[in-house]
T-cell receptor
Framework: RKEVEQDPGPFNVPEGATVAFNCTYS??????FFWYRQDCRKEPKLLMS???SGNEDGRFTAQLNRASQYISLLIRDSKLSDSATYLC???????????????FGAGTQVVVTP | DADVTQTPRNRITKTGKRIMLECSQT?????MYWYRQDPGLGLRLIYY???????NKGEISDGYSVSRQAQAKFSLSLESAIPNQTALYFC???????????????FGPGTRLTVL
């Protein structure tokens, strides 16, 4: 089983609609969680960190569910420019060996259509 | 100018050739990483370095080696390239002075490597 799993999609979303997708992680001791955005053939860029209480940044909302070991990303009022692959990343156990090392999911593709 | 640069951006080579991918950064970060990305598998860590004197293997280091020539430079070598090393390779950096819990990684533009 992969340590971090995502539905690859694609999620086809009409412009203006809401889309949400999850990322599950296997290590219950995971400390930190992130969503990265990756445009086609480009480098990943941090979209948002995921805090324990959940957080919102404009049209984007991230949630953490530790009991069920998943994080979620919700995009409201989708724009054409939101079309991308969204990678979740999980920081492992807080040992000296694991600091700064992230486990990435394979990504969820979102396609926003006019 | 980009903070994290990679050269070359694209490379086609033949099986058995030695290849070096280079990464440079102007962010002043101590931590540097090499990842490869394959369709359906996501980003996988090859090697990482927390400072100039520190080199560590990631989850898929076999067939690769690295050199941390300076704080700003981290090179990845394929000693004898094979076709299943065809992938998109990313270098990344992070700043240990940031909170370790919310430690952002900054990626270079990637090198697309094809081994024939």
């Amino acid at each position: 089983r992969k340590e971090v799993e995502q539905d690859p999609g694609p999620f086809n979303v009409p412009e203006g609609a809401t889309v949400a997708f999850n990322c599950t992680y296997s290590n219950s001791a995971s400390q930190s969680f992130f969503w990265y955005r990756q445009d086609c053939r480009k480098e990943p860029k941090l979209l948002m960190s995921v805090y324990s209480s959940g957080n919102e940044d404009g049209r984007f909302t991230a949630q953490l569910n530790r009991a069920s070991q998943y994080i979620s990303l919700l995009i409201r009022d989708s724009k054409l420019s939101d079309s991308a692959t969204y990678l979740c990343a999980v920081l492992g156990i807080m040992t000296t060996d694991s600091w700064g090392k992230l486990q990435f999911g394979a990504g969820t593709q979102v396609v926003v259509t006019p | 100018d980009a903070d994290v640069t990679q050269t070359p951006r694209n490379r086609i080579t033949k099986t058995g050739k030695r290849i070096m991918l280079e990464c440079s950064q102007t962010k002043g970060h101590d931590r540097m990483y090499w990842y490869r990305q394959d369709p359906g598998l996501g980003l996988r860590l090859i090697y990482y370095s927390f400072d100039v004197k520190d080199i560590n293997k990631g989850e898929i280091s076999d067939g690769y080696s690295v050199s941390r020539q300076a704080q700003a430079k981290f090179s990845l070598s394929l000693e004898s390239a094979i076709p299943n090393q065809t992938a998109l390779y990313f270098c990344a950096t992070s700043d240990p002075r940031d909170s370790d819990i919310y430690n952002e990684q900054f990626f270079g533009p990637g090198t697309r490597l094809t081994v024939l």
